[in-house]
C-alpha cells in the first residue's frame, strides 16, 4: 500500500506544489486578502441578494438587476440561487473556504490542458506555469470573496480541456460536451457566451462534410439556451445593463469600441508579461514588413481619437492608472497601447481563429467598466490554450524563464500594495 502511495504522489507531483501553493491562498483568506480593492464589497453585496432569495424567492427574482430596489447588477442570478441553497446550511465564512478550492480545481484544469497541448515539454516548466493560478492577483481575492465570475472560469477552463483532448478525434458527443461546459459557464456569467462562437467554427472546420451534426448542436443549444432567453424577455434587459454601470451614459458610450480595443490590449499584455521573450519579439518587429507597420498605426491611432475613458474607480487597467498618476493624462497609455498591440500582433500566428480570439475578447466585456479582474487569469489561459502562441520560444527554451515569470508576478503585488499605499 506504500509503495502504491508513494507511485501516486510520483506521478501526480504536481499535486504536492500545487497543494502549498494553495495553502497562501488559505493564508490571504485568514488576513481577508482583497487585492482588487472592491473583491469583498462586491461579494458581500451580491450575498445580501442571496440571503433575499431565502427570505422570498420569487420576489427577489423579480427584482434581481433592479437598482432602484437595491440589487443593481449585471450577473446572471444562477450563482447567486444556486449559494442560497448552501446559505440555509452555512455561514458565510465557510462557503468562503470551500470557495478557495476552486483555485486548486482550476489550477489542475489548466496544467492538464498544457499537458496535452505541450507533449515532450518539462513538467517542470507546466507545474510552474500552472502556479499562476494561484499567484493571479484577481483569482485570488475572488477565491477568497465569492463571485460568480469564479465558477464561470471554472466551466470554461472546462471546455477548453475538452476542446483539447477532443480536437483531434471530434464526434457529436465529444462536441456536445465541449459546448455543454461553456453554456453552464455562460450560464454563470454571462459574458463567457462569446466564446462559443469559436468553439462552433472550430467544431464546424471538422464536421464540414457532416452538416446534420452541425445542425443538431446548434439545435440543442438553443433548447439549452431557452431558459436564458425567457429570463431575458422577462426582463427590461437593457435598462438594467444600463442601471449597473454605476453611472449615467447613453449605449453607445458603454459601447466605445476604441475604449476596449486600446484597454484591453494592454491589460492583456500585462498580463503576459511573465513569459514574454521581448528578445524574440525585437527579432520579429525587425522583419516587420513597412504595409504592415502603416495599417498597424493608422488602426491604433484611429482608436486614439475615439479614445473616452475617463480617469477613476471604473478600471481602466495598470498602464492606463500608471499614465494619470504620473502625468495626469493619456500619453503614456496611448504609448503603452501602441507597444501591446504590436506585441500582440507579433505574438500570434495570422490564422483566423486567433483574430476571432481577439475579437471575442473585446465583445468579452461589452459594458463600459473595463476592470483587470474580468481578464486575469483568462488572458493568460487562452494565450496558453487556444491561441497559436509559440510558448517554446517565448518560455521553455528561455534559460532565465522562471526568473522573469517569478519576477513579474512579485512586481504586480508590488504595483498593487503600492496603489494602495499612495492612494
Not at 450577473?75 to 440555509?88: D, T
Request: with cysteine; proline share 2%.
Amino acid at each position: 500500500m506504500n509503495k502504491n502511495l508513494g507511485q501516486f504522489f510520483f506521478k501526480n507531483q504536481y499535486l504536492i506544489i500545487f497543494f502549498f501553493f494553495y495553502l497562501s491562498v488559505i493564508f490571504g483568506f485568514y488576513f481577508n486578502e482583497d487585492n482588487l480593492g472592491g473583491a469583498a464589497n462586491d461579494s458581500i453585496y451580491h450575498f445580501k441578494i442571496t440571503e433575499k432569495f431565502n427570505e422570498d424567492f420569487y420576489l427577489t427574482f423579480l427584482q434581481f438587476g433592479n437598482r432602484e430596489v437595491g440589487m443593481g447588477t449585471r450577473n446572471s442570478p444562477i450563482f447567486w440561487i444556486f449559494l442560497s441553497f448552501f446559505e440555509k446550511f452555512i455561514t458565510y465564512d465557510v462557503i468562503r473556504i470551500i470557495n478557495t478550492f476552486v483555485i486548486f480545481v482550476i489550477a489542475v484544469i489548466f496544467y492538464k490542458s498544457l499537458i496535452i497541448k505541450f507533449k515532450n515539454v518539462s513538467q517542470t516548466h507546466i507545474i510552474v506555469l500552472s502556479t499562476f493560478m494561484f499567484l493571479s492577483p484577481s483569482l485570488r481575492s475572488l477565491g477568497i470573496w465569492p463571485y460568480s465570475l469564479l465558477w464561470g472560469l471554472l466551466f470554461f477552463s472546462l471546455s477548453v480541456y475538452y476542446f483539447l483532448k477532443f480536437k483531434d478525434n471530434l464526434d457529436f458527443r465529444k462536441s456536445l460536451i465541449i459546448l455543454l461546459n461553456v453554456i453552464v459557464a455562460s450560464y454563470i456569467y454571462p459574458s463567457f457566451c462569446v466564446f462559443y462562437i469559436f468553439y462552433l467554427f472550430e467544431i464546424s472546420k471538422k464536421f464540414k462534410n457532416k452538416k446534420n451534426y452541425i445542425w443538431g448542436l446548434l439545435f440543442l443549444s438553443f433548447i439549452f439556451s431557452l431558459p436564458c432567453l425567457f429570463y431575458l424577455m422577462s426582463k427590461d434587459f437593457f435598462t438594467s445593463f444600463q442601471n449597473a454601470q454605476g453611472m449615467e451614459m447613453s449605449l453607445m458610450q458603454s459601447l466605445n469600441i476604441s475604449n476596449k480595443i486600446l484597454i484591453i490590449s494592454t491589460i492583456s499584455v500585462y498580463l503576459l508579461l511573465p513569459v514574454l521573450n521581448f528578445k524574440e519579439l525585437f527579432l520579429k518587429l525587425k522583419k516587420l514588413s513597412f504595409k504592415h507597420s502603416n495599417f498597424l498605426i493608422f488602426i491604433i491611432v484611429v482608436n486614439f481619437y475615439f479614445f473616452n475613458f475617463p480617469y477613476d474607480v471604473w478600471g481602466g487597467g495598470f498602464f492606463h492608472k500608471l499614465s494619470h498618476l504620473l502625468l495626469n493624462n493619456n500619453y503614456l497609455f496611448f504609448l503603452s497601447a501602441l507597444v501591446s498591440i504590436f506585441i500582440i500582433f507579433l505574438t500570434i500566428d495570422k490564422k483566423f481563429k486567433n483574430y476571432l480570439l481577439l475579437v471575442l475578447l473585446i465583445l468579452y466585456n461589452p459594458q463600459f467598466t473595463i476592470y483587470i479582474k474580468y481578464f486575469d487569469p483568462l488572458v493568460f489561459i487562452l494565450f496558453l490554450t487556444l491561441f497559436d502562441f509559440d510558448l517554446k520560444k517565448h518560455f521553455f527554451r528561455k534559460s532565465y524563464a522562471f526568473y522573469q515569470f517569478y519576477g513579474v508576478i512579485i512586481f504586480y503585488y508590488l504595483a498593487i500594495y503600492s496603489k494602495k499605499i499612495l492612494l
